[in-house]
C-alpha cells in the first residue's frame, strides 16, 4: 500500500513540475520571481538552520528577493512569518518557486523541493541553474551515505568544524570549493543562561529499524523498553528530589507519533511533544544534557555545559543505522559514555556534585573541536553563497 501511495504521489509531483516549468516560461522575469532565494527545513517547520538564516536574510539583506516554505497549518508558521514572506509547502506557487529560483536552500537534501523522496530520485528529469545550498542539520560526525557526492545535487555544503570538513573532503567525494566551513547558523542564537535551570534535558535519537513499526512493535522493541524504564527509574527519582532538579524527555521527531507510549508518574519528569516545544529553546534552558547519538551535543557543547551518552545498543546502532565517522564518543566525546542506568545516574550525579562544571578533558575536547565560537555563522554562510554566484 505504501508503495502504490508513493507511486500516485510522484505522478502527481511530476505532473505538477510540468506544469510549474510551462508556466515558468512567461513568469520567469516578473518582479516576484527574479533572483529568487527560496529557503527551508522539511517543509513543516522553522526552528533550525533555515529558520535562523531566514531571519538574517530579512534583516541584513532585505534587498534580496527570498521566501520561507511551510506548511501554513505548521505550529512555526506564525514566527516566520513575522519575519518575512511566506509560501505554503506543496502549493502550487511552492513548485514554481522551486522552478525559478536562483538560490534553493535547506537543512536537509532537498528539503526546499516540494516532495523530498521525489527530487531525491527523479531531480534530474528536471535541471535547473539554482544553486542548492545544504546548511545541514547538525554537524556530522557519521558516515552518510545519502550525503555522499554522487547521491546529491548540493553546490554548497556548510560544514562548522575542521574535523567534520576534513572528514567529508576526504570521504563524500565533493569536487574542490563545494564544502564551506562557516559554522550553523543556529549556533547564532545559542547563548548559556546566566542562571541555572534546575533542567536536565533527555533527548535521545531515533532508530531507523523503528521507521516503519507499528504500534505493538514499537512497544515491544528494546528502544522503548529501556528509555520507558529509565523515565520510571527510582533512582532518578531519587536523584531529582535530592538536587531539586526536573528532567525533560523530548523524544526524536521520527518517534513523536508514538510519544503517547511513554509514561512516568515521577514528579518532576516532564515528556514533550513536538508541537509545543522548540529544541533551541530546550537546549538554551536546560542546565545538563543526556542523549545517546543525536548531534544536538555539538549544540550544548557550543556552550560549554555538561553532558552524558547513554549507549546500550552501540554494536546494533552502527550495524544497522550509521556507520562510524571521524568522531570517537570515548575518544573524543564531550562526557561520559555509558551503558547502563546506573551509570547514567552516576555521571549525571557526578556533573551536579561539581557545580555544572564539564570536567577538564571534556571542556578541552570542546574548546578544540570548534572552528569559530562568535555570532556570525549566518554572515559567513551568507557570504560564501554570495561568492558562489
Request: proline share 3%; net charge positive.
Amino acid at each position: 500500500m505504501y508503495k502504490i501511495k508513493r507511486l500516485f504521489i510522484y505522478i502527481r509531483v511530476f505532473l505538477m513540475m510540468l506544469a510549474a516549468e510551462t508556466a515558468g516560461l512567461f513568469l520567469r522575469r516578473s518582479k516576484a520571481f527574479k533572483d529568487l532565494w527560496i529557503v527551508a527545513e522539511r517543509g513543516i517547520d522553522a526552528r533550525d538552520n533555515g529558520y535562523h538564516f531566514f531571519k538574517f536574510l530579512k534583516r541584513e539583506h532585505p534587498e534580496i528577493n527570498s521566501v520561507y516554505i511551510i506548511t501554513k497549518d505548521s505550529p512555526d508558521r506564525g514566527k516566520v512569518a513575522a519575519c518575512g514572506e511566506t509560501v505554503n509547502y506543496g502549493s502550487f506557487r511552492h513548485y514554481l518557486c522551486f522552478a525559478l529560483a536562483t538560490v534553493r536552500v535547506s537543512t536537509h537534501i532537498d528539503g526546499y523541493s516540494p516532495d523530498i523522496l521525489f527530487f531525491n530520485k527523479f531531480g534530474r528529469l528536471f535541471p535547473c541553474k539554482a544553486k542548492n545550498i545544504f546548511l545541514q542539520h547538525g554537524i556530522i560526525k557519521d558516515d552518510l551515505t545519502f550525503c555522499h557526492a554522487d547521491n546529491t545535487n548540493i553546490d554548497m555544503f556548510v560544514c562548522s568544524a575542521v574535523p567534520e570538513y576534513e572528514y567529508i573532503d576526504k570521504v563524500y567525494g565533493y569536487k574542490e570549493g563545494v564544502l564551506q566551513l562557516t559554522g550553523l547558523c543556529r549556533f547564532d542564537n545559542l547563548k548559556k543562561p546566566e542562571q541555572p535551570s534546575r533542567k536536565i534535558l533527555f533527548m535521545p535519537t531515533w532508530r531507523a529499524s523503528l521507521r516503519t513499526c507499528n504500534r505493538q512493535t514499537f512497544l515491544a522493541s528494546e528502544y522503548f523498553k529501556k528509555y520507558n524504564s529509565f523515565l520510571n527509574s527510582r533512582k532518578l527519582s531519587g536523584l531529582l528530589e535530592k538536587y531539586g532538579y526536573g528532567l525533560v524527555f523530548y523524544p526524536h521527531y521520527e518517534v513523536q507519533r508514538f510519544i503517547d507510549c511513554f509514561n512516568t508518574e515521577l514528579p518532576g519528569v516532564q515528556i514533550a511533544d513536538f508541537k509545543h516545544n522548540d529544541v533551541q529553546e530546550l537546549l538554551i534552558n536546560s542546565d545538563i544534557l543526556l542523549t545517546d547519538y543525536s548531534s544536538v551535543y555539538f549544540d550544548f557543547g557550543y556552550m560549554r555545559k555538561p553532558m552524558v551518552f547513554y549507549q546500550y545498543d552501540e554494536a546494533a546502532f552502527r550495524a544497522e543505522q550509521y556507520g562510524k565517522g571521524y568522531f570517537d564518543y570515548k575518544r573524543d566525546g564531550f562526557g561520559a559514555v555509558v551503558e547502563t542506568e546506573d551509570e547514567v545516574i552516576e555521571s549525571l550525579e557526578h556533573i551536579l556534585k561539581n557545580d555544572l562544571r564539564p570536567d577538564d578533558v571534556y571542556l578541552g575536547r570542546m574548546n578544540a573541536f570548534f572552528k569559530f565560537n562568535d555570532a556570525n555563522n549566518c554572515r559567513r554562510v551568507y557570504e560564501a553563497i554570495c561568492r558562489l554566484l
